[in-house]
Nanobody
Framework: QVQLVESGGGLVQPGGSLRLSCAPS????????MGWHRQAPGKQRELVAS???????NYASSVKGRFTVSRDNAKNTMYLQMNTLEPKDTAVYYC??????????WGQGTQVAVSS
């Protein structure tokens, strides 16, 4: 069973930074694409950022220029560096991965709260 283990969430003040990590239980090379979604209270889950195995990235317009997604194959981990955080970024952040055979996996979610 593939597991995606997230870490790095927490409470931060507006303007602050956090880095989320996602470590799969299998070799990261097995995933064609990985990324992050988020879900705020009362809202639908939305794509935040994604990265392919070729390091092609995609970002939601609301986070472009503030967030950076990356994957480190040597550490078998994907990251989401979040800078200049705003209260509207408050949500549960989910790691996801899609394998080369189109199977999809989700992490358990990590809470990010931006508040003064």
């Amino acid at each position: 069973q593939v597991q995606l283990v997230e870490s790095g969430g927490g409470l931060v003040q507006p303007g602050g930074s956090l880095r989320l990590s996602c470590a799969p239980s299998v070799n990261i090379d097995g995933f064609a694409i990985m990324g992050w979604h988020r879900q705020a209270p009362g809202k639908q889950r939305e794509l935040v950022a994604s990265i392919t195995t070729y390091s092609t990235t995609n970002y939601a317009s609301s986070v472009k220029g503030r967030f950076t997604v990356s994957r480190d194959n040597a550490k078998n981990t994907m990251y989401l560096q979040m800078n200049t955080l705003e209260p509207k970024d408050t949500a549960v952040y989910y790691c996801y991965a899609r394998s080369w055979s189109d199977s999809q996996y989700w992490g358990q979610g990590t809470q990010v709260a931006v508040s003064s």
